[in-house]
């Protein structure tokens, strides 16, 4: 009978020990794919559905143009804003809003796509705008001043629509202000 010491790993046996260990890490490969995509589809449109939604507009000097925003009201809702979404529409985004008025800060940890962030003061009117984030920073963006909101977009659309400091937000979260 031969020895196992000097023995080549595919044969007496230890064969079985390395297709197990394929067997093993093939499996170990499933679970972290499957973490991976229960994580993405964590952050899809789908699982935030429950996020109310309603429709704000922009005033600028080009004219009134209706935005669709999902409200993120509780701490877990603004926590997570707008992580791990890989595409918004030009119409949509995300309204974060602070009572009191306070030194609100953003950044675009897990965040897939660049976003413009519009600081609204607490009478609607554009405090400032921070164009263009650059995804997955951890970068801290601030108001630079206190706000009673924070208004997403996907980059670019406060560039089209010539939104600027001093142009107002029409939303009920600024009624009576």
């Known amino acids: 009978m031969a020895s196992r010491r000097g023995a080549h790993p595919r044969t007496e046996g230890w064969g079985f020990l390395h297709v197990r260990q394929k067997i093993v890490r093939a499996a170990l490969g499933a679970a972290l794919f499957f973490v991976m995509l229960a994580a993405m589809l964590a952050g899809s449109p789908a699982a935030d559905a429950k996020m109310r939604q309603e429709t704000l507009t922009l005033v600028t000097a080009g004219g009134e143009h209706p935005i669709t925003v999902e409200i993120a009201n509780t ?12 595409s918004l529409a030009e119409n949509a985004g995300m309204l974060f809003p602070y009572a009191p008025p306070q030194e609100a800060t953003m950044w675009m940890r897990n965040t897939y796509i660049s976003l413009d ?7 609607g009117t554009v405090h400032r705008v921070e164009t263009n984030t650059e995804p997955f920073s951890e970068r801290v963006i601030a108001s630079r001043g206190n706000v009673s909101a924070v208004l997403e977009l996907k980059a670019g659309v406060a ?7 001093g142009d107002r937000v029409r939303h009920e979260l600024f009624k009576g202000k």
Not at 75 to 86: I, S, V
């Open 75 to 86: 701490p877990e809702e603004k926590a997570k804003g707008l992580m791990f979404r890989t």
């Open 117 to 123: 962030m519009v600081f609204i003061r607490a009478d």
């Open 159 to 165: 560039a089209k629509l010539g939104l600027k400091p």
